[in-house]
Structures are given as structure tokens and as C-alpha cells.
């Protein structure tokens, strides 16, 4: 058993590799550029080149692939529909989808597209519809606790239900390692409690021992300061509409998938933030 592991690079595809390396499954990590993927990982890691946006990498990357951790990236002129043809026709057996919780009630977003896609494919799938990634904080919103002590994003005074990436990549592992029991099931994975941006600014606060606060900005706000920093406006964008429910109040669901599926207790903010507290050294 291979396993093909998409996004390699970004937050959860990384916790996935790690994950499976710890049980001991066989993988293979995707990237556009191995080059800098082996400057920036080392040796550890067997890569391959794919890149959803150029067919003629599919076939290689899919190469002795069975199982096949799928995540969908940002990005114009994607064959995403013909890389999960190779993937079928290559012999894939088990596809896991990273998701997004409440997508079903989402149907103007890629998630939706994606899952219908994978649906029809005949394919056993399992999809991982996550919360709100805690990583975030040490990702996009890094810069700004860093630079300015704040959370800086939209979401109103609306909550929202964290989850840590690395509970994600346990469930990823989970669906390998017991393919027919995880097929054709749809898993929403949260932590176990939601929360809104004061609070997490109060607990990051406490933790790392200086003032961090949530100022709440307006959307406008928002935009006008991303994109006089620089910040490409299409992920402006895509951050606002991360946050867009979240401001309606429309985030803030708790499932319990994570401890039935695993047996153990969602990880917890606070744990999240001791072990991620070197991120946001200040410059
Ligand atoms: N952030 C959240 O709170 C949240 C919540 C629920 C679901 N999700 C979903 O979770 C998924 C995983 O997100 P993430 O945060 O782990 O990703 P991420 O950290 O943003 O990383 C993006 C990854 O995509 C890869 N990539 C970019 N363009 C590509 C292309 N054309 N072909 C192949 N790979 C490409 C990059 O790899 P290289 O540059 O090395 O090629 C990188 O590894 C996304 O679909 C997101 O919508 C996110």
C-alpha cells in the first residue's frame, strides 16, 4: 500500500506525511517544485512533481499509488476532473477528500463541486469536512501577531469551531489504515468547543505571556489594509469568504466524529498554542 500525499507543503497535507510516518504506512509527497521541496525538507521525504494545473504530471505522480490523500489548492485553470480520472484509471483504490464542515448546505463553492465529482468517480472515498484550521494562526494570520500583537481578520463577533490540523491528519491515517470501514463516509471534524476571535486573542494572551488582542475589523477594514500591504487581492478575497460565515454566526457547530472515530479528545486551542508558541516570536 502507497499513498499519494497531495499538498505535501501546505498545513495539512505536511501533518498527514507526518502522521503516516509514524504508523509506518508507504508515501509519496506531492509537489509542484521538488527542488525546493528537497532544500526545504531534506532527504526524509520521497517526492514526486504534480501539479493539478499540467496533466502531463499525473501519470508519474500516481505511479504505484493505491490510496490517494486529496486536498484542493487555490488557483485558476485546474484538471482537477482529469487528474481524478488518471487517478481511477491508474488503479487508486481509496481517495480522502479534506473538505470543508457544512458544505452541503455550500453549493457555490469548490468543496461542493469536488465531492460530487469524487461521488460519481467509483471510487471508495472518505471526505474529511474540517472546521476552522487553528493553524491559520501560525499561517495567513501569522504575519499580523507577529508584526502588530493582533488578530486581524473579519469575522465579527461570530464563533467558530477550531480544529488542529494534526486531529485532521489522525483521521486521514485512520481511513487508510481501515479502508473498508471509512469508505463512503462523510466526517465532520471540529474540536470540541467554538470560539470567537476575542477569546482565542485572551487564551494566545495568556500563553505566550504579552497582549494579543482580536480589534475586530470591518470587512472594509480589512481589505483596505491586506491590499496596501501588498497582499495579492484574489486571497484577499478568498479570506473573506473563509470568514464570511463566521460573521453570520453560522460557524460555530461542534461535532463529535473526532472522539468516536479515534477514542481521544479533540486537541484543545491552548495545546495547540504552547506547541506552536515559537511562530509567533516577535521579529
Ligand atoms: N484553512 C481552513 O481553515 C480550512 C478549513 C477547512 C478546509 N480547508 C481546506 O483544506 C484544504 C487544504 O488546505 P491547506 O491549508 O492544507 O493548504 P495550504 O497550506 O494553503 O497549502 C496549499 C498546498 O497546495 C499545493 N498546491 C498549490 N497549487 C497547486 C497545484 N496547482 N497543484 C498541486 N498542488 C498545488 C501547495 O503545494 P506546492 O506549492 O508545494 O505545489 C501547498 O502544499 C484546502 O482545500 C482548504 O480549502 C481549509
Request: charged content about 25%; proline content about 4%.
Amino acid at each position: 500500500m502507497t499513498v499519494l500525499v497531495t499538498g505535501f507543503t501546505g498545513k495539512v497535507g505536511y501533518e498527514v506525511a507526518g502522521n503516516l510516518k509514524k504508523k509506518g504506512i508507504p508515501f509519496k509527497c506531492a509537489t509542484r517544485n521538488v527542488k525546493k521541496a528537497i532544500d526545504r525538507y531534506g532527504d526524509d521525504y520521497d517526492f514526486v512533481q504534480l501539479d493539478f494545473a499540467e496533466p502531463a504530471t499525473f501519470a508519474s505522480a500516481l505511479h504505484v499509488v493505491d490510496q490517494l490523500f486529496l486536498m484542493y489548492p487555490p488557483g485558476e485553470n485546474l484538471r482537477f476532473e482529469e487528474f481524478l480520472a488518471e487517478a481511477k484509471q491508474m488503479g487508486v483504490q481509496h481517495i480522502t477528500y479534506i473538505s470543508i464542515k457544512d458544505v452541503q448546505f455550500l453549493p457555490f463553492i469548490h468543496h461542493f463541486k469536488n465531492e460530487k465529482l469524487i461521488r460519481n468517480l467509483g471510487v471508495p472515498y472518505t471526505f474529511i469536512r474540517a472546521g476552522y484550521f487553528m493553524q491559520n494562526l501560525n499561517d495567513f494570520l501569522c504575519r499580523e501577531i507577529k508584526e502588530r500583537q493582533r488578530i486581524f481578520v473579519p469575522a465579527g463577533k461570530g464563533k467558530t469551531s477550531f480544529v488542529d490540523v494534526r486531529d485532521l491528519a489522525e483521521v486521514v491515517s485512520l481511513s487508510f489504515q481501515d479502508s473498508e470501514q471509512h469508505r463512503y463516509k462523510a466526517y465532520t471534524v471540529t474540536g470540541a468547543e467554538a470560539l470567537d476571535f476575542f477569546e482565542v486573542a485572551d487564551k494566545m494572551t495568556t500563553i505566550l505571556g504579552r497582549p494579543i488582542s482580536y480589534t475586530n475589523p470591518s470587512t472594509k477594514e480589512f481589505k483596505e489594509h491586506m491590499l496596501s500591504s501588498g497582499i495579492d487581492k484574489a486571497f484577499v478575497n478568498v479570506v473573506i469568504g473563509i470568514h464570511f460565515p463566521t460573521r453570520l454566526g453560522l460557524a460555530k457547530g461542534i461535532s463529535t466524529d473526532y472522539e468516536e472515530l479515534t477514542g481521544m479528545k479533540p486537541t484543545k486551542i491552548e495545546k495547540y498554542i504552547e506547541d506552536y508558541q515559537n511562530a509567533w516570536n516577535q521579529l
